[in-house]
């Protein structure tokens, strides 16, 4: 009998066993999208500022590694880490939400009956979450880049928040959201194709190994993150659009008006700002999730 134990437990579909409760899966992916966003939150705010299209002389940075030196010596290191208040606060539930869609919408199309796999129901509750998540983090995502650009002056995220609103209107938090979406989608399709691609590669027999998961899921996220960079470059011009000193990227009215100020300043190349800390900051949260 023992000459069989190995055989059995070698059967067993790891990917099959069933997780918590709803409620103990929210407040998980509550707290993993509070982690994957504060752990990496220096990264990200290079990255913003890499992204800024004509930024002041002092603003401008070759890579991570001389941003990091030029801001923590010019502004204190303290300064990467502002508006991550706007992320704690949002992000769990925005995650939160993002789970129990991505669950609701499931359930209800049928794609929990049986033993099936319904990739098109996975596929369109997976669109369904993210729009409904990216809708209450937008304006937290909004705050969080206003907060992080160089010459920043915003005292908090209600200080932050109450300007814009004032300044701008109610629309300033949500000119991005359909860039958003547009990137956000697009992301998340990548990521599951080159997963699923990578996995096969790196796991062909589906034996349970955490180390493939990790590099498939990493390397997913950064090809996707990539190949995305260039809506995400547009997302941070809309979004910090208002800390602008040039008056055209002031008053750009949406993505493709954002999309021909870059390219006319910047060329094709232009979209590609932040390519790196992009990459970065994407591979180890995309890594642990999976």
Known sequence: MADHVPALEAEIDYESLGGGSLASNLLAGAFAGIMEHTVMYPIDAIKTRMQIVNPSPSAVYSGIVHAAGQISSTEGIRSLWRGIASVAVGAGPAHAIYFATYESVKHNLGGNIGDEHHPFVSGFAGACATTASDALMNPFDVVKQRMQVHGSTYTSIANCAKTVYRNE??????????????????????????YDSLSKVLNPRKKYDPLS??????????????????????????????????????????????????????????????????????????????
């Open 169 to 194: 209107g109610f629309g300033a938090f949500y000119i991005s959201y359909p860039t958003t979406l547009a990137m956000t989608i697009p992301f998340t399709a990548i990521q599951f194709a080159a």
């Open 213 to 290: 998961h990790c590099v498939a899921g990493g390397l997913a996220g950064a090809f996707g993150a990539a190949l995305t960079t260039p809506l995400d470059v547009i997302k941070t011009l809309l979004q910090t659009r208002g800390t602008a000193r040039d008056e055209r990227i002031r008053n750009c009215k949406g993505l493709v008006d954002a999309a021909k100020i870059i390219h006319e300043r910047g060329g094709t190349r232009g979209f590609f700002r932040g390519l790196q800390p992009r990459v970065v900051t994407t591979m180890p949260s995309t890594a642990i999730c999976w």
